[in-house]
């Protein structure tokens, strides 16, 4: 190998190496989307701010889906803080799946707070003694100034039972004498309404909503993160041509069609830097740049393989009642049932004359193998049987991509189904 292009392997190794693990570090992402001064960061580092320094006591819920980033960005604002204010903040971490009833959570809090102020912990005191030491530690850090941030993870599981640990934790926050945030983190959007009333009258009902990014933004920080920095040990001509070459994926419009794919499977962060570790992966060492085939190449790994493996398996009769089904979802028709595939699936037989057209009763088979493979689903969620197959109203459980996807990779897959389908 010549010694030029040992370099330019030497270069595309080292900004792999960058690239991946930019992907695999949360604060690095999250961050950029953060920049904005409406961004929940800059909220959440306000009220987390006007605490240490204004000793106003705080309660706020972070809702939103799992992998909308909510653990991410208080990380990032605690973080951010305690370098700020190193000598000025104690975390307190439950999480309702190991503290959901009481005397487990006032027992970590006990724990927690001896080992952040060296104190002796004595695992034989109750409950009321954890509670009364928890609230002496509120009143001591209060006087030093020193506020106590309590981080409940899965705070919706905290709602179930008297709810005696959430009021005595909001209940301290009226108090003058203590100094404290409590964060509530839950993918259920509706936790506050879980709240008893004597608790949710002592709660700020300040909520933080965790949207998923626009497309746009979504393109800018891949971009962000798979761009090499001009000044580093990478040669600055290679970090130019490879910033350049990425910009033409980004901006192309089948590379945008297949970051559509990926987030409609799964529309979180943490699946898409998923997806761009295994494209960046594949990076090809001996040309050193990335291409649009990294990412086709990586699209498969990060679909559903289940639903991928039960399409392999499907007759051709029943890709056309999943084309029907997804044709009429297209018409806006939110509620259907066999018979409307039905009139559909025979439709689509008088317009393209095709030699696949079977009776209804082997329709009705082959749409209750659907049923069973998990393809299709029953939108009125009943389990009996008392009303016929034929009327209760129906659903697809596969996105348009992956259905897409299977029939491109379905061998002797009808031409026509693809069309349909585009």
């Keep these: 190998m010549s010694f030029g292009k040992m370099a330019a392997n030497g270069a595309a190794i080292e900004s792999l190496n960058l690239i991946r693990g930019r992907l695999c570090n949360s604060d690095f992402i999250f961050r950029f989307l953060c920049e904005s001064p409406d961004s929940n960061y800059s909220k959440l580092k306000f009220i987390f701010s006007s605490s240490i320094t204004e000793a106003c006591n705080n309660s706020v819920l972070l809702l939103g889906p799992r992998g909308s980033g909510k653990a991410a960005v208080l990380e990032l604002v605690i973080g951010d803080l305690l370098k700020e204010y190193p000598d000025m903040i104690t975390v307190v971490r439950l999480n309702g799946l190991l503290h959901s009833d009481d005397t487990s959570a006032f027992k970590a809090i006990a724990k927690q707070l001896c080992v952040e102020h060296q104190l002796l912990f004595s695992k034989m005191a109750s409950s009321d003694d954890n509670t009364q030491f928890m609230l002496a530690m509120l009143r001591e850090c209060g ?95 290679y970090a130019v041509e490879f910033n350049a070459r990425l910009h033409t994926i980004v901006v192309d419009r089948q590379f945008q069609e297949i970051i ?132 209760r109203p129906v659903k697809l459980l596969i996105s348009l991509s992956e259905l897409t996807h299977g029939l491109k990779f379905y061998n002797s897959c009808p031409a026509l189904l693809l069309k349909l389908c585009a």
């Excluded at 559509?260 to 050193?288: N, Q």
């Excluded at 009139?343 to 008088?350: I, P």
Aim: hydrophobic letters at 40%; proline letters at 3%; charged letters at 25%.
């Design 143 to 237: 006087l030093a100034h020193k506020t106590v941030v309590f981080v409940l993870d899965e705070f919706d599981l905290f709602t179930q039972g008297k709810q005696r640990l959430l009021y005595a934790l909001l209940d301290a926050l009226q108090s003058i004498s203590s100094q404290a945030v409590v964060i509530g983190v839950s993918c259920r959007l509706d936790a506050d309404q879980l709240l008893e009333k004597r608790v949710k009258s002592r709660f700020s009902h300040r909520k933080l909503l965790f949207l998923p990014p626009s497309k746009d933004d979504l393109l800018k920080l891949m971009e962000h993160a798979l761009s090499l920095p001009i000044d580093s040990s990478i040669p600055q001509d």
């Design 260 to 391: 559509d794919s990926c987030w409609e499977s799964y529309p979180t962060i943490r699946h898409l830097m998923k997806f761009l570790f295994c494209a960046v992966s594949s990076l090809d060492l001996d040309s050193g740049y990335l291409s649009l085939e990294n990412f086709k190449t990586a699209l498969p790994s990060m679909q559903r393989q289940p639903k991928m493996e039960s399409l392999r398996d499907c007759s051709i009769l029943e890709l056309y009642i999943l084309v029907c089904m997804k044709r009429l979802e297209v018409k806006e028709q939110n509620s259907y049932s066999f018979n409307a595939v039905m009139k559909e699936y025979k439709m689509v037989h008088d317009s393209f004359h095709t030699s696949d057209y079977y009776g209804q009763n082997v329709c009705l088979r082959a749409f209750q193998h659907l049923l069973q493979c998990g393809l299709i689903g029953f939108t009125d969620g009943r389990v009996g049987h008392n009303q016929a197959i034929e009327f």
